[in-house]
């Protein structure tokens, strides 16, 4: 080792003695770190004669000094296409360093320390992975694990305790270990696979240095000290060696999850340890720990506590603390009289429960157990098919992996196996696979594998569950079961089969599913699967992953109240001992299920619903407002110390409707000095249909700017063009002074609330109709504006001059170092765009953080503002958190222009988190009417100023003029002679120049909102078509019919009436005089109509469809969109449409071609890849897909074949192509025939259908 060492760097003695092994380490270091060359050969030589003999450690400064050219020369991300000589020595040096990693070493081998800390040293201050986590572990030990980001193909070979002998003497062991577990456990993403609680005995070491380990407890971050506590439970040390550590981060910390963490260790205390610590902290702690001490007692004393908590009540001072006490002792049943109802429960469980309302919740009784029963032919056969199938399919697979094979190099051809023809299943696989479902004998992995290959018996697709043999009613829950408990033999993955059971993911799963009907639910599951399962697993499993949407309640809840003790664990009532830590969020889902809230939660839940945390308080809140009687535990809350609190409190009781909430609130708003409080009970009072004008007055807000202006409320938004703010008229007359809306300004940008709310909308009435108009276009513009600035263009070509000629000669030198084309083709002209481009594409400035001012701009007209944040929301589309403001924004916009475009946004957008807050908008606004969603879309659709006549008159001076739509459905302008004008008269001065220009404002808006209107609402009508909706006739004829704008569309339409049982009575068109026409031009009189919906070819008969396109002919209607002439799929099977599998075209002609149709590109997948387009149907809940072999983004125009198109649930918050699969069968008639000629029509823009597409197109 020492003459090799001379040799390579001419460097001395190392220490210690070498053996063979520790000089094959030796070389493979050098390996290594020779690419250290590159920086300085100067480097490379004193970092190799560190690491070897530990001299020389002060360039350790310099390798920290020169951090990013020291990673970068030892860099892995060049190692898998090793084409270059740079490429093969990146090759060897990380070949080289995994194999150091994978030597055992003994405790004399610290130069592997020094060599992973000149490794890591680079990595100090990473903003991600192992190298970023707070704690006292070096970086050295954590690189020795850092296996993905130093490149290290195997695991450490060495043992744990013999790594930990490495460091300094005066460091801990057990310290350095408990890090270690804290980062694998908070880092699961970088820091995986290694078990480290496995590795120490952390009892042991824990109880030794008791001291060191909570002095590294400050070191962490507070979710790694919320581990920290998890770990010292984890190893039961919850008692004295360690509670009363615990007990005091229970008391004193700041952090919730600390708190939780703490908490939850505490109950798995000894309950008399911790009884009496909270009993004396009760007696003489400060205020926040007898806060603390008094939520907790109830949950370890039970009823026990409720005597001390009263007697501790009668002297208690602290607001606070008595609030919480106050909540503990408070009754579990909400409604009065509820303590003498009758019980017929002994208690909470598989029976039923005591729900918060006093009343009792029986479970429903289990229905009979299915049994093993032999199966059928008809099942077998549908096995057998499954078997053909996958058989073809390899057949497919073979056939193009030879054709690849053959048509392959020679050198590829000994890099590569050849491929083998697949050898088919025979037939007796099904019939012994059938056998075992239908027996009763116990399943094992040995039975499992005499069967045979099972694999194609459980495809993953849950769509299959449509076809046989899983469709087969023969085939019951108890086969089903059983297939279940063979999968599971054949994966050796219980915990992701127990998921997919519940979520729906594969063709057995969703089998079940649909067999959980008659009384047959998950404890039916639980009963039939207890072979694999403990008898509460799977309630285990219900709370803590995702269910199908699917799944009704009612086949869940019973489930859950027979364990009832896995949601105490849940909701941190008890130690959790079957979860890491609790799953609060999901629990508080899971009782959504139940038909009331159980009693024993009712506390927990409205500490929840008082919680600042809107993740949290939201589904609590929720889960409280259907209780009779709430308002009245939640009105002490209005004199809570916290304003989120009062807040939350003033909105539930706003929800609930209550009366005798009024009074209450009234009382609490004259007292509150909080405006985001005064704005929710101001908000409250109004839902609750109480006159609060005399809140405000032009006085009470002029007084109000001139107090907060001075004060340190307001929030300083600089940016804001205060200076331009157009000057504002009260309606009672007079001129607003301007801190009036400064202040309003500044306080807006604080509360964050881009929607508005009762105040500000108080505070607009105030103004006149065209101040508050003003206000919000002046608003709204300046806040897009702002957020939306880029640089210049000749600053964007100054950046790119300055740095063109260096990125091209970067490039270059990469073309040259890995041998690539892409560099190789790299010009200087390109650099220069591309520069240019990223230039012109950085953001200056983000107004998110004063989004609030949006809600003081909402009587913006509407065709203004449906105008300013569509073409936002288009080009900046990717400014996901401004784009949901003014989601959240257009709620709260008065107009019905803006409210259409938020429903629009709701049906369909490209982002999944916005569309879903578009939805949560609608769906309250619809609520507050007590409509459903479509009649808040037909009752709200804008009339662009037009009378029922369609005309809009505008008056200048004592002249009228007109605009009427004309048989074009376009506005065309009269003068006050009847003669038709191209515009009105420019008037610049005298009497009329005000009403001309209102005159020409109002025209200008009808325009715009007469298109905004004319393309939303053929898009609704297009959807109804599809989905087969129904309109009361009553409805139908006031909200579209008797519409001025959308009643013309309706006359380009053929409409079917029907009667009370859904049955056609005649099929008839609208006339301009609003009558209804048949085909034959006969009237048509609706009084026998019970509902009207859209006419679809595949609803007629061929003669009824030719008679009515002869009739738009004969009266020149031009339809607004096709419904009779496109063919009809007539029947379908299966779950997907494959008729044009393996057409082929360009990818762009593909994306116009769907886009025109209504489809979006779905989210890019693994290697940035998107497979599909997507039109969803949300009034149905159902999104069409098309999927084709695939693109990357950016796109390219490469030759792509279609693959097939199908139906899936569409998934609230979910990504949309990726519901479960729905059967064609099960689809409205309409809506597969118009997806089937979409796909035909698709295919029809390609060149046809290719034999060989598999080898045509890149997959």
């Given at each position: 080792?020492?003459?090799?060492l001379?040799?390579?760097?001419g460097?001395?003695k190392p220490a210690g003695i070498?053996t063979?092994?520790d000089?094959?380490t030796?070389?493979?270091?050098?390996?290594?770190?020779?690419?250290?060359?590159?920086?300085?050969?100067?480097?490379?030589?004193?970092?190799?004669?560190?690491?070897?003999?530990?001299e020389?450690?002060?360039v350790?400064?310099q390798?920290?000094?020169?951090?990013?050219a020291?990673?970068?020369a030892?860099?892995?991300?060049?190692?898998?296409?090793p084409?270059?000589?740079?490429?093969t020595?990146a090759?060897?040096?990380?070949?080289?360093?995994?194999?150091?990693i994978?030597?055992r070493?003994?405790?004399?081998a610290?130069?592997i320390r020094?060599?992973?800390?000149?490794?890591?040293?680079?990595?100090?201050g990473?903003?991600?992975?192992?190298f970023?986590?707070q704690?006292?572990?070096?970086l050295?030990?954590?690189g020795?694990?850092?296996?993905?980001e130093?490149?290290?193909?195997?695991?450490l070979?060495?043992?744990?305790?013999?790594?930990?002998?490495?460091?300094?003497a005066?460091?801990?062991?057990?310290?350095f270990a408990?890090?270690?577990?804290?980062?694998e456990?908070?880092?699961q993403y970088?820091?995986?696979?290694h078990?480290i609680g496995?590795?120490?005995?952390f009892?042991?070491?824990l109880l030794?240095?008791?001291?060191?380990?909570?002095?590294?407890?400050?070191?962490?971050?507070r979710?790694?000290?919320a581990i920290?506590?998890?770990?010292l439970?984890?190893f039961?040390?919850?008692?004295?060696?360690?509670?009363h550590?615990?007990?005091?981060q229970y008391?004193?910390?700041?952090?919730?999850a600390?708190r939780?963490?703490?908490?939850n260790a505490?109950?798995a205390s000894?309950?008399?340890?911790?009884a009496?610590?909270?009993?004396?902290?009760?007696?003489?702690?400060?205020?926040?720990?007898?806060?603390q001490?008094?939520?907790i007692?109830?949950?370890v004393?039970?009823?026990?506590?409720r005597p001390?908590l009263?007697?501790?009540?009668?002297?208690?001072?602290?607001?606070?603390?008595?609030?919480?006490i106050?909540?503990?002792?408070?009754?579990?049943?909400v409604?009065?009289?509820?303590?003498?109802?009758?019980r017929?429960?002994?208690?909470d469980?598989?029976?039923?429960?005591?729900a918060?309302?006093g009343?009792?919740?029986?479970?429903?009784?289990l229905?009979?157990?299915p049994?093993?029963t032999?199966?059928?032919?008809?099942?077998?056969?549908?096995?057998?098919n499954l078997?053909?199938?996958?058989h073809?399919?390899?057949m497919k697979?073979y056939?193009?992996?030879?054709?690849?094979h053959?048509?392959?190099?020679?050198?590829?051809?000994?890099?590569?196996r050849k491929?083998?023809?697949?050898?088919?299943?025979?037939?007796?696989?099904?019939?012994?696979?059938?056998?075992?479902?239908a027996s009763?004998?116990?399943?094992?992995?040995?039975?499992?594998?005499?069967i045979?290959n099972?694999?194609?018996?459980?495809?993953?697709?849950?769509?299959?569950?449509?076809?046989?043999p899983f469709?087969?009613?023969?085939l019951?829950?108890?086969?089903?079961?059983?297939?279940?408990?063979?999968?599971?033999g054949?994966?050796?993955?219980?915990?992701?089969?127990?998921?997919n059971?519940?979520?729906?993911?594969?063709?057995?799963?969703?089998?079940?599913?649909?067999?959980l009907?008659n009384?047959?639910?998950?404890r039916?599951?639980?009963?039939?699967m207890?072979q694999?399962l403990?008898?509460?697993?799977?309630?285990?499993?219900v709370?803590?992953?995702?269910?199908?949407?699917?799944?009704?309640a009612?086949?869940?809840w019973?489930?859950l109240a027979?364990?009832?003790?896995?949601?105490?664990?849940?909701?941190?009532?008890?130690?959790?001992?079957?979860f890491r830590?609790?799953?609060v969020?999901?629990a508080?889902?899971?009782?959504r299920?139940?038909p009331?809230?159980?009693?024993?939660?009712?506390?927990?839940?409205?500490?929840h619903?008082?919680?600042?945390?809107k993740?949290?308080?939201?589904p609590?809140?929720?889960l409280?407002?259907?209780?009779?009687?709430?308002?009245q535990?939640?009105?002490p809350?209005l004199?809570?110390?916290?304003?989120?609190?009062?807040s939350?409190?003033?909105q539930?009781l706003?929800?609930?409707?209550?009366e005798s909430?009024?009074?209450?609130?009234?009382?609490?708003?004259?007292?509150?000095?909080?405006?985001?409080?005064?704005?929710a009970?101001?908000?409250?009072?109004?839902?609750?249909?109480?006159?609060i004008s005399?809140?405000?007055?032009?006085?009470?807000l002029?007084?109000?700017?001139?107090?907060?202006?001075?004060?340190k409320?307001?929030?300083?938004?600089?940016?804001f063009?205060?200076?331009?703010?157009?000057a504002l008229?009260w309606?009672?007359?007079?001129?607003?002074?301007?801190?009036?809306p400064?202040?309003w300004?500044?306080?807006?940008?604080k509360?964050?609330?881009a929607?508005?709310?009762?105040?500000?909308?108080?505070?607009?009435?105030?103004l006149?109709?065209?101040s508050?108009?003003?206000?919000?276009r002046?608003i709204?513009?300046?806040?897009?504006?702002?957020?939306?600035?880029?640089?210049?263009?000749?600053?964007?070509?100054?950046?790119a001059?300055?740095h063109?000629?260096?990125r091209y000669?970067q490039y270059?030198?990469?073309?040259k170092?890995?041998?690539?084309?892409?560099?190789?083709?790299?010009t200087?002209e390109?650099?220069?765009a591309?520069l240019?481009?990223?230039?012109?594409?950085?953001?200056?400035?983000?107004?998110?953080?004063?989004?609030?001012?949006l809600?003081?701009?909402?009587r913006?007209?509407?065709?203004f503002a449906?105008?300013?944040?569509?073409?936002?929301?288009r080009?900046h589309y990717?400014?996901?958190?401004q784009v949901k403001?003014?989601?959240?924004?257009?709620s709260?916009?008065t107009?019905?222009?803006?409210l259409?475009?938020?429903?629009s946004?709701?049906?369909?957008?490209?982002t999944?988190?916005?569309?879903?807050l578009?939805?949560?908008?609608?769906?309250r606004?619809?609520?507050?009417?007590?409509?459903?969603?479509?009649?808040?879309?037909?009752?709200?659709?804008?009339t662009?100023?037009?009378?029922?006549?369609?005309?809009?008159?505008?008056?200048?001076?004592?002249?009228?003029y007109q605009?009427?739509?004309d048989?074009e459905?376009?506005?065309t302008?009269y003068?006050p002679?009847?003669?038709?004008?191209?515009?009105?008269?420019q008037?610049?001065?005298?009497p009329?120049k005000?009403?001309?220009a209102?005159?020409k404002?109002?025209?200008?808006?009808?325009k715009?909102e007469?298109?905004?209107?004319?393309?939303?609402q053929?898009?609704?009508l297009?959807?109804?078509?599809?989905?087969?909706?129904?309109?009361?006739?009553?409805d139908?004829?006031r909200?579209?019919?008797?519409h001025?704008?959308?009643?013309?569309?309706?006359?380009?339409?053929?409409w079917l009436?029907?009667?009370?049982?859904?049955?056609?009575?005649?099929?008839?068109?609208?006339?301009e005089?609003?009558?209804?026409?048949?085909?034959?031009?006969?009237?048509v009189?609706?009084?026998?109509?019970?509902?009207?919906q859209?006419?679809?070819r595949?609803l007629?008969?061929?003669?009824?469809?030719?008679?009515?396109?002869?009739?738009?002919?004969d009266?020149?209607?031009?339809?607004?969109?096709?419904?009779?002439?496109r063919?009809?799929?007539?029947?379908a099977?299966g779950?997907?449409?494959e008729?044009r599998t393996?057409?082929?075209?360009?990818?762009?002609?593909?994306?116009?071609?769907?886009?025109?149709l209504?489809?979006?590109r779905?989210?890019?997948?693994d290697?940035?890849?998107?497979?599909?387009?997507?039109?969803?149907?949300?009034?149905i809940?159902?999104?069409?897909?098309?999927e084709f072999t695939?693109?990357?983004?950016p796109?390219?125009?490469?030759?792509?074949?279609?693959?097939?198109?199908?139906?899936?649930?569409?998934?609230?918050?979910?990504?949309?192509a990726?519901?479960?699969?729905i059967?064609l069968?099960?689809?409205?008639?309409?809506l597969?025939?118009?997806?089937?000629?979409?796909?035909h029509?698709?295919?029809?823009?390609g060149?046809?259908?290719?034999?060989d597409?598999?080898n045509?197109?890149?997959?």
């Open positions: 080792m020492f003459d090799f001379k040799s390579v760097i460097i001395g070498a063979e092994a000089n094959a030796a070389r493979e270091i050098v390996t290594d770190l020779k690419r250290l060359e590159t920086v300085s050969p100067d480097l490379a030589k004193r970092a190799i004669g560190y690491v070897l003999t530990g020389g450690s002060s350790l400064l390798i920290e000094q020169q951090a990013s020291v990673q970068n030892l860099s892995h991300y060049h190692y898998n296409t084409t270059t000589a740079a490429q020595t090759q060897a040096a990380i070949k080289a360093r995994s194999n150091v994978g030597r070493h003994g405790s004399e610290t130069w020094r060599y992973f800390e000149v490794l890591t040293l680079p990595h100090k990473s903003r991600w992975g192992m970023s986590h704690g006292p572990s070096p050295w030990l954590r020795l694990f850092a296996q993905g130093l490149s290290l193909q195997t695991k070979a060495t043992d744990f305790n013999t790594v930990l002998s490495w460091r300094d005066e460091d801990s062991a057990t310290v408990l890090d270690l577990l804290v980062l456990k908070v880092n970088y820091f995986s696979g078990d496995s590795k120490f005995d009892k042991r070491g030794a240095e008791k001291q060191a380990a909570m002095e590294s407890f400050a070191k962490y971050d979710p790694g000290q920290f506590i998890h770990i439970k984890q039961d040390l919850v008692k004295d060696e360690y509670f550590f615990i007990y005091q008391l004193l910390t700041t952090s919730k600390v939780e963490a703490a908490q505490l109950l000894p309950p008399e340890t911790l009496a610590s909270a009993t004396q902290t009760l007696a003489d702690g400060n205020p926040t720990a007898r806060a001490a008094a939520q007692l109830p949950l004393m039970g009823e026990q506590a001390l009263e007697n501790h009540l009668a002297k208690e001072t602290s607001k606070t603390v008595r609030k919480v106050e909540l503990g002792l408070g009754p579990a049943v409604r009065d009289g509820a303590a003498e109802t009758a017929t429960l002994k208690g469980g598989a029976e039923g429960y005591l918060a309302d009343t009792e919740v029986l479970s429903p009784p229905a009979a157990m049994g093993p032999p199966l059928p032919d008809s099942v077998k056969a549908g096995y057998c078997l053909d199938k996958a073809a399919q390899w697979h056939e193009y992996q030879k054709a690849l053959e048509n392959a190099t020679a050198e590829q051809r000994k890099a590569w491929p083998e023809l697949p050898k088919p299943i025979e037939h007796s696989v099904a019939d012994r696979y059938c056998a075992l479902l009763d004998r116990p399943i094992d992995e040995d039975v499992v594998v005499k045979g099972i694999s194609p018996f459980a495809p993953y697709n849950a769509g299959a569950a449509a076809d046989p469709n087969n009613p023969d019951t829950l108890w086969h089903l079961c059983r297939a279940r408990s063979v999968e599971a054949r994966t050796r993955n219980h915990n992701w089969l127990m998921g059971l519940l979520n729906g993911h594969g063709a057995i799963p969703a089998a079940i599913h649909a067999r009907t009384g047959l639910d998950l039916t599951l639980a009963t039939l207890r694999d403990e008898p509460k697993a799977l309630a285990i499993h709370v803590n992953v995702g269910i199908s949407e699917d799944l009704p009612e086949t869940i019973p489930l027979a364990h009832f003790d896995v949601l105490d664990q849940a909701l941190g009532q008890v130690a959790a001992t079957d830590e609790p799953p969020l999901n508080l889902s899971r009782l299920l139940f009331k809230l159980p009693a024993r939660y009712f506390n927990t839940v409205l500490i619903a008082l919680s600042a945390k993740s949290v308080n939201k609590a809140r929720a409280l407002l259907g209780i009779d009687g709430i308002e535990r939640l009105l809350f004199s809570d110390s916290k304003q989120d609190v009062r939350g409190v003033a539930m706003g929800a609930i409707g209550a909430a009024i009074e209450p609130l009234k009382k609490a708003l004259g007292k509150e000095k909080s405006e985001l409080v005064r704005a009970v101001l908000g409250a009072l109004r839902r609750l249909n109480v006159d005399s809140y405000v007055s032009p006085e009470i002029i007084k109000e700017a001139t107090t907060g202006l001075k004060g409320k307001a929030k300083d938004i600089g940016w063009p205060l200076d331009s703010l157009p008229s309606a009672s007359g007079g001129t607003v002074p301007s801190d009036v400064r202040w300004i500044a306080l807006a940008g509360l964050a609330q929607g508005g709310n009762t105040l500000f909308s108080l505070w607009l009435d105030q006149t109709p065209e508050a108009e003003a206000l919000g002046h709204l513009g300046s806040f897009l504006r702002y957020d939306a600035t880029h640089c210049s263009e000749d600053e964007a070509n100054a950046h001059k300055a063109a000629q260096q000669e270059q030198e990469y073309a170092r890995w041998d690539n084309e892409f560099y190789r083709s790299y200087y390109k650099a220069f591309d240019r481009a990223e230039k012109l594409g950085i953001y200056l400035n983000n107004a998110q953080a004063d989004r609030g001012i809600g003081l701009a909402t913006a007209e509407g065709t449906v105008q300013m944040v569509r073409t936002y929301m080009d990717k400014r996901t958190a403001a003014l989601t959240e924004y257009l709260g916009n107009s019905s222009a803006a259409q475009l938020l429903l946004i709701a049906r369909r957008h490209r999944n988190a916005v569309q879903v578009a939805q949560e908008l609608v769906e606004l619809a609520d507050e009417r007590n409509w459903t969603t479509d009649e808040l879309a037909d009752r709200t659709i804008p662009a100023g037009l009378d029922e006549r369609g005309t809009l008159d505008l008056e200048i001076g004592s002249r009228v605009a009427r739509l048989a459905d376009v506005l302008l003068n002679d009847g003669k038709v004008v191209k515009s009105l008269p008037v610049s001065d005298g009329d005000e009403s001309a209102e005159a404002k109002a025209l200008s808006n009808a715009k007469l298109k905004q209107v004319h393309e939303f053929a898009k609704r297009y959807e109804a078509l599809c989905v087969g909706r129904r309109w009361q006739l009553a139908w004829q909200f579209l019919l008797e001025p704008i959308v009643g013309r569309l309706v006359q380009r339409l053929v009436g029907l009667d009370a049982q859904g049955e056609i009575v005649a099929s008839f068109r609208p006339l005089d609003l009558s209804l026409t048949d085909s034959s031009d006969n009237a009189d609706p009084a026998s109509f019970a509902a009207v859209l006419a679809h595949s007629f008969t061929a003669e009824q469809s030719e008679a009515w396109k002869q009739h738009l002919a009266y020149k209607v031009d339809p607004l969109f096709n419904q009779l002439d063919p009809v799929l007539t029947s099977v779950t997907s449409i008729d393996g057409h082929i075209i360009e990818a762009f002609k593909l994306r116009s071609a769907a886009q025109k209504g489809y979006e779905a989210q890019a997948e290697g940035g890849w998107f497979t599909q387009y997507i039109k969803p149907f949300g009034g809940a159902i999104n069409a897909v098309i695939g693109s990357p983004l796109e390219e125009n490469r030759a792509v074949a279609l693959v097939a198109a199908k139906f899936v649930r569409a998934r609230k918050g979910a990504r949309s990726y519901g479960v699969q059967a069968n099960e689809v409205p008639s309409v597969l025939s118009e997806v089937w000629n979409d796909l029509q698709i295919a029809g823009a060149s046809g259908f290719a034999e597409w598999r045509k197109v890149g997959w």
